[in-house]
């Protein structure tokens, strides 16, 4: 199942609101999780189950979407919040993960 | 509270085997529904699924790989063992492992860069 994100690179500001999608070759239901990854770090774990936020996760951050189509939302963007977005489908083996979204702050 | 981390050789020539370990705590991959996969990112790159191993001893791999690599656990030392065959400067990378819940990678280790280079 192959995974297309995009954009692929945005740069917005402190405060701003962000949108980024992740679309799915086939329906995977909800089977999707949102990683952040701050360079140099390992990925860490924001949503799963396509809506759901991961224990601690700010809720600045929210998700949405079933089947092929899905988005990540960031509310009042902040430094910590850049670095590299990535989807993954949990529907079936072998999982996969978008291209990514790269994440600047102005 | 769990923690993950990897380890083993930073450098290894092609064709030699690659072995890593993920050495974990926090929790028991014999306990029913645990699982440790391993996953791998090159460089500048995103980040591919490699391989998974349940607390049954069900394991997945990547079709791409499957011919080459193995998992294995040890749930008395609490680690998860990786086996790359037949290295090849492709697989250069930062390899991670992590706690697999059932829809996600919840607790991932710090990562290991691994270079194939002769």
């Known amino acids: 199942i192959q995974l297309t994100q995009s954009p692929s690179f945005l740069s917005a500001s402190v405060g701003d609101r962000v949108t980024i999608t992740c679309r799915a070759s086939?329906?995977?239901?909800?089977?999707l999780a949102w990683y952040h990854q701050k360079p140099g770090k390992a990925p860490s774990l924001l949503i799963y189950a396509a809506s759901s936020l991961h224990n601690g996760v700010s809720s600045r951050f929210s998700a949405s979407g079933s089947a092929t189509e899905f988005t990540l939302k960031i509310s009042n963007l902040q430094p910590e919040d850049a670095g590299s977005y990535y989807c993954?489908?949990?529907?079936?083996?072998?999982?996969?993960f978008g291209g990514g979204t790269k994440v600047e702050i102005k | 509270q769990i923690t993950l981390k990897e380890s083993g050789p930073a450098l290894v020539k092609p064709t030699q085997t690659l072995t890593l370990t993920c050495t974990f705590s926090g929790f028991s991959v014999s306990t029913t529904g645990a699982a440790v996969a391993w996953l791998r990112q090159p460089p500048g790159e995103s980040l591919q699924w490699l391989a998974i191993?349940?607390?049954?001893?069900?394991?997945r791999y990547t079709p791409s790989l499957r011919n080459r690599i193995t998992i294995t656990k040890d749930t008395s030392r609490d680690q998860v063992v990786l086996t790359l065959t037949n290295a090849d400067p492709v697989d250069t990378g930062t390899y991670f492992c992590?706690?697999?819940?059932?829809?996600?990678?919840?607790?991932w280790g710090p990562g290991i860069l691994v270079t194939v280079s002769s």
């Open positions: 086939q329906g995977i239901n909800t089977y």
């Open positions: 191993v349940y607390w049954n001893d069900d394991k």
């Open positions: 993954q489908q949990t529907k079936s083996f072998p999982l996969t």
């Open positions: 992590a706690h697999s819940g059932v829809s996600s990678h919840d607790f």
